[in-house]
């Protein structure tokens, strides 16, 4: 499975979102620290649930942490998070 | 001294710190460089530690911040969050109160032009 997809499926599964994207933009960073031929190193996650109904901005991105997994989190370089109810 | 120790020390003696890759003259990390633009912006009088010159303040901050990237923001001993959180809580005005409830000193003229000109 594709490391975006990988992320859909997990975060999908933990909050049951209204809305979500993964967008890989590791192409943007060619070049830079942690890009890797191929790319799925870099990724912005757009995400609403009612799951994160009055959590804090910590809190809710210690969430999305969680779900994804100590394992993706380490295979990844960069995660950018827009994280909303 | 533990990893721990360092830690405290650092964020107690500091009322703000940015753990980050790289400095503050030379960023080493596109997100690391954006939370430096916004503190200089903001003129807040700052100390960073550059956790790329140190694996075991690397992996200590992820465990002692539970919190598994960076940079890494502290104000007043107490962790506020990376990029993503900075960022957005500079666009809502939840960074100027958090400044100023804990007597940070900041330019709040260029505060208020972060926010029109990313209206």
Same mark, same amino acid.
């Given at each position: 499975?594709?490391?975006? $997809?990988?992320?859909?499926?997990?975060?999908?599964?933990? /909050? !049951?979102?209204?809305?979500?994207?993964?967008?890989?933009?590791?192409?943007?960073?060619?070049?830079?620290?942690?890009?890797?031929?191929?790319?799925?190193?870099? /990724?912005?996650?757009?995400?609403?649930?009612?799951?994160?109904?009055?959590?804090?901005? %910590?809190?809710?991105?210690?969430?999305?942490?969680?779900?994804?997994?100590?394992?993706? %989190?380490? !295979?990844?370089?960069?995660? #950018? %998070?827009?994280? $909303? #109810? | 001294?533990? &990893? =721990?120790?360092?830690?405290?020390?650092?964020?107690?003696?500091?009322?703000?710190?940015?753990?980050?890759?790289?400095?503050?003259?030379?960023?080493?990390?596109?997100?690391?460089?954006? &939370?430096?633009? *916004?503190?200089?912006?903001?003129? *807040?009088?700052?100390?960073? &530690?550059?956790?790329? @010159?140190? @694996?075991?303040?690397?992996?200590?901050?992820?465990?002692?911040? @539970?919190?598994?990237?960076?940079?890494?923001?502290?104000?007043?001993? =107490?962790?506020?969050?990376?990029?993503? *959180?900075?960022? =957005?809580?500079?666009?809502?005005? =939840?960074?100027?109160?958090?400044?100023?409830?804990?007597?940070?000193?900041?330019?709040? @003229?260029?505060?208020?032009?972060?926010?029109?000109?990313?209206?």
């Amino acid at each position: 499975m594709r490391v975006e $997809d990988e992320i859909k499926h997990s975060l999908q599964g933990a /909050f !049951n979102p209204s809305e979500l994207s993964v967008i890989d933009e590791s192409e943007r960073h060619r070049g830079h620290a942690g890009y890797r031929e191929g790319g799925q190193t870099h /990724f912005r996650v757009r995400i609403r649930s009612q799951a994160f109904c009055g959590q804090s901005r %910590l809190a809710r991105q210690r969430a999305v942490h969680e779900a994804l997994g100590a394992q993706m %989190l380490a !295979n990844i370089h960069a995660l #950018t %998070l827009d994280i $909303d #109810t | 001294m533990t &990893v =721990e120790n360092q830690i405290q020390e650092t964020i107690g003696a500091n009322d703000v710190v940015l753990f980050m890759k790289g400095t503050k003259a030379m960023p080493n990390c596109g997100f690391s460089s954006k &939370v430096v633009g *916004i503190m200089n912006y903001l003129d *807040i009088d700052y100390t960073t &530690v550059n956790i790329l @010159d140190s @694996d075991e303040m690397r992996q200590g901050l992820k465990d002692y911040s @539970d919190w598994p990237t960076f940079p890494q923001l502290y104000v007043k001993g =107490e962790f506020v969050g990376g990029c993503d *959180i900075v960022v =957005e809580m500079a666009l809502s005005g =939840e960074l100027d109160d958090l400044f100023e409830s804990n007597d940070v000193t900041y330019n709040k @003229d260029a505060a208020g032009k972060l926010r029109e000109a990313n209206q």
